[in-house]
Nanobody
Framework: VQLQACGGGLVQPGGSLRLSCAAS????????IGWFRQAPGKERKGVSC???????DYADSVKGRFTISRDNAKNTVYLQMNSLKPEDTAVYYC???????????????WGQGTLVTVSS
């Protein structure tokens, strides 16, 4: 039972990246999937979340710029990130949960993280 996050990299301010969170060993269909990020020296925070029935949630800092989606056929959840800013620089993680509005501690299975660096 694993989640694998990928798609990070170095991008200039204003650029875009798409992160992927792929599951192996289980189906994502019935899970809430959250994206989180942790900047150097800071605590991990929620970025976006998608429920099993498609309900979406975004942190205020990314609303209008990030879009979360899921492809159950590919057992993958995506985070499309546009208009990236230097303050978006962080390691991004995906995780499974039962409720989008639960605490970080309520998310159980975590991916290994993928680094996003926004810099000119």
């Amino acid at each position: 039972v694993q989640l694998q996050a990928c798609g990070g990299g170095l991008v200039q301010p204003g650029g875009s990246l798409r992160l992927s969170c792929a599951a192996s060993g289980f189906s994502l269909d019935y899970y809430v999937i959250g994206w989180f990020r942790q900047a150097p020296g800071k605590e991990r925070k929620g970025v976006s979340c998608i429920s099993s029935d498609g309900e979406l949630d975004y942190a205020d800092s990314v609303k209008g710029r990030f879009t979360i989606s899921r492809d159950n056929a590919k057992n993958t959840v995506y985070l499309q990130m546009n208009s990236l800013k230097p303050e978006d620089t962080a390691v991004y993680y995906c995780a499974t949960g039962t409720w989008c509005y639960g605490s970080i501690g309520s998310f159980s299975t975590w991916g290994q993280g993928t680094l996003v660096t926004v810099s000119s």
